[in-house]
């Protein structure tokens, strides 16, 4: 016997020993290897049986006897599929005797077998469980039954629900352990799937629950994982875009599983991934050794096919990876998260767009127990969020951020002097990775300003996009080109437009840096003359700074700052949200 069906839960194991009271259990609720009666000549006697498996003879298998050596408070979870739920209802049988024994003995006598019983306490309504090919009929036989009831409203009529299975999770020492029905039903809960109806027994042997046939593998693999599996956790990640970032964050991933299984006892496994095209797909995880490969062989993608592809997968513990900078997929994470999945992005349009939609992402989340985690959107890999997250938390408030915010825009002017031109910098950023596909992004404050947005939302204020002034300093004609050609073009066009702007900097001492600030509710963005006395004078590289003037800080700013632009840092604060995930 196993701790679960192998079949279904691949890390399922034997069970040494149990008890006459708990193979019964586990094979009355769908354990197949035992047949029930057969069981109680030897109970009675006390005569241990042995099973074992007729194709690996020389293995111990599970020996059932009176008393078993003690081990997991839970020795295993089973399940039967194809159940109806039949439910009896009504305020008329509120303190009427004689309503359970009409519906038992309607189902006797019709030979019905009744599998799962529970009654509420108020006497309101009966629920029993019976096999699904039995559901018609009955629910036929009790309309008849309590036909004048029904007629008088004392009660309503027969109310059956299909596609249902039972699970069940067995232990004989499960009562001298508190708390474990909880831990059953949080990690069913965490999960999303939803109990319809609960049956404990007195002898606290059993704890049923009835659950939609559909979660039926999900639910024996989440409480396998809650009771058997010593504290490892497995993360099942379906992840589109597969660019710089994408891919950088796939090497991580396959760089760190044994790292993360042997200390942080994590699990992760990329099930699904995508690109504008293509996905793939694997229940038991991608070899990420092959994902090129196996991307270039999978079926056609759309936003649509992959959701529906996540969710028909119904994994425990599921997180959507967006590492696009793509719109179209950011408007798609409330079906992720209703659906309690989480949602990691580095992908600035869902949190930047309008607050309505933003306050929405972050209620759903809650609502749904499913993680919406964004570090990246600010500071790529820098833990900007998650600090000022804390402050917040703590009752701290901010009152002032002053930023630099941009590490391709960074890059671009740390790099940018009278023996260079400003065409072959941008181009040179982009090259590493530090800009979006589209670089005017980047150069027209846009992303700055959709970044100073999210950390004034994160600090508790109301701010729209529009509401944030924006300095540009590129051309009108550059601002006004529609593809990356012609933006390019339009900077050698306007060569002499930028050597003014660096000379003007130059002749007064100062270094040039595109600054993001926000105070008293109001936010601007834009290029500044930066003097030798300002802490973002040395700024080097690609890195960015952010100074949090807060009622706890209020002269010297907590400050955080490093490289804040690239692929590797990107995918690092992905992986870090995932992580965070983890531990939730």
């Known amino acids: 016997m196993y701790t679960a069906n192998p079949r279904v839960v691949k890390q399922a194991y034997p069970i040494s020993e149990?008890?006459?009271?708990?193979?019964?259990?586990?094979?009355?609720?769908?354990?197949?290897?035992?047949?029930?009666?057969?069981?109680?000549?030897?109970?009675?006697?006390?005569?241990?049986?042995?099973?074992?498996?007729?194709?690996?003879?020389?293995?111990?298998?599970?020996?059932?006897?009176?008393?078993?050596?003690?081990?997991?408070?839970?020795?295993?979870?089973?399940?039967?599929?194809?159940?109806?739920?039949?439910?009896?209802?009504?305020?008329?049988?509120?303190?009427?005797?004689?309503?359970?024994?009409?519906?038992?003995?309607?189902?006797?006598?019709?030979?019905?077998?009744?599998?799962?019983?529970?009654?509420?306490?108020?006497?309101?309504?009966?629920?029993?469980?019976?096999?699904?090919?039995?559901?018609?009929?009955?629910?036929?036989?009790?309309?008849?039954?309590?036909?004048?009831?029904?007629?008088?409203?004392?009660?309503?009529?027969?109310?059956?629900?299909?596609?249902?299975?039972?699970?069940?999770?067995?232990?004989?020492?499960?009562?001298?352990?508190?708390?474990?029905?909880?831990?059953?039903?949080?990690?069913?809960?965490?999960?999303?799937?939803?109990?319809?109806?609960?049956?404990?027994?007195?002898?606290?042997?059993?704890?049923?629950?009835?659950?939609?046939?559909?979660?039926a593998k999900k639910a024996l693999n989440t409480l396998h994982e809650q009771f058997f599996e010593e504290r490892t956790k497995q993360l099942n990640l379906f992840v589109t875009g597969v660019g710089n970032v994408g891919e950088r964050f796939l090497a991580q991933i396959n760089q760190q599983k044994k790292f993360l299984k042997e200390n942080l006892k994590l699990n992760i496994r990329v099930i699904g991934i995508a690109n504008s095209r293509k996905m793939a797909f694997n229940d038991n995880g991608l070899d990420l050794n092959k994902w090129k490969e196996a991307i270039e062989n999978g079926e056609p993608t759309t936003l649509d096919s992959f959701h529906k592809k996540v969710k028909e997968s119904n994994l425990r513990n599921s997180v959507f990876i967006d590492n696009t900078a793509n719109q179209q997929v950011s408007e798609i994470y409330e079906k992720y998260l209703r659906d309690s999945i989480s949602v990691v992005t580095c992908n600035k349009i869902a949190c930047a767009s309008s607050f309505d939609n933003y306050k929405t992402l972050k209620q759903v989340s809650r609502k749904?127990?499913?993680?919406?985690?964004?570090?990246?959107?600010?500071?790529?890999?820098?833990?900007?969020?998650?600090?000022?997250?804390?402050?917040?938390?703590?009752?701290?408030?901010?009152?002032?951020?002053?930023?630099?915010?941009?590490?391709?825009?960074?890059?671009?002017?740390?790099?940018?002097?009278?023996?260079?031109?400003?065409?072959?910098?941008?181009?040179?950023?982009?090259?590493?990775?530090?800009?979006?596909?589209?670089?005017?992004?980047?150069?027209?404050?846009?992303?700055?300003?959709?970044?100073?947005?999210?950390?004034?939302?994160?600090?508790?204020?109301?701010?729209?996009?529009?509401?944030?002034a924006k300095n540009a300093f590129l051309p009108e004609e550059s601002l006004n080109t529609v593809n990356n050609d012609d933006f390019y073009a339009s900077l050698t066009k306007n060569e002499a437009h930028f050597q003014n702007i660096f000379k003007e900097a130059n002749d007064k001492d100062?270094?040039?840096k595109y600054v993001a600030e926000f105070a008293d509710g109001k936010a601007n963005v834009g290029l500044q003359y930066i003097p030798s006395d300002h802490p973002f004078y040395n700024l080097e590289g690609s890195d960015n700074i952010v100074l949090f003037f807060t009622d706890r800080y209020p002269e010297n700013p907590l400050i955080i700052k490093g490289a804040g632009a690239g692929a590797d840092v990107t995918a690092s604060g992905i992986f870090a949200d995932v992580i965070r995930i983890s531990n939730k």
């Open 18 to 215: 149990i008890s006459y009271e708990e193979a019964m259990e586990l094979s009355h609720f769908g354990a197949k290897v035992l047949y029930p009666p057969t069981i109680q000549p030897a109970l009675r006697k006390e005569i241990a049986i042995r099973i074992k498996n007729t194709f690996a003879p020389e293995s111990a298998g599970t020996l059932i006897c009176k008393n078993p050596e003690n081990g997991n408070e839970v020795k295993g979870i089973s399940h039967i599929e194809d159940i109806s739920l039949i439910t009896l209802e009504g305020g008329g049988m509120v303190g009427i005797p004689g309503f359970s024994k009409r519906l038992f003995e309607t189902l006797s006598v019709a030979k019905i077998n009744v599998v799962f019983i529970t009654q509420a306490s108020s006497e309101h309504s009966i629920c029993v469980g019976v096999f699904e090919n039995d559901a018609a009929k009955a629910k036929e036989l009790l309309d008849e039954t309590f036909s004048i009831e029904i007629d008088k409203k004392k009660i309503k009529p027969i109310i059956v629900e299909n596609d249902l299975a039972i699970i069940a999770v067995v232990g004989e020492s499960m009562k001298n352990y508190q708390g474990l029905s909880g831990q059953m039903f949080s990690a069913l809960g965490r999960n999303n799937v939803n109990v319809r109806a609960i049956a404990q027994g007195s002898s606290e042997k059993n704890i049923s629950a009835v659950i939609n046939k559909y979660d």
């Open 510 to 512: 100062c270094r040039l």
């Open 368 to 468: 749904y127990n499913a993680s919406f985690l964004f570090e990246t959107n600010v500071g790529a890999g820098l833990p900007i969020i998650d600090t000022l997250k804390n402050l917040i938390n703590s009752g701290d408030r901010v009152n002032k951020i002053q930023a630099v915010l941009s590490g391709s825009l960074n890059f671009v002017f740390n790099n940018f002097n009278a023996d260079s031109t400003f065409h072959n910098v941008v181009e040179a950023a982009q090259k590493e990775g530090y800009t979006e596909p589209d670089p005017k992004i980047d150069l027209s404050g846009v992303d700055v300003a959709r970044k100073i947005l999210i950390l004034a939302r994160e600090s508790g204020y109301k701010m729209e996009l529009q509401d944030i």
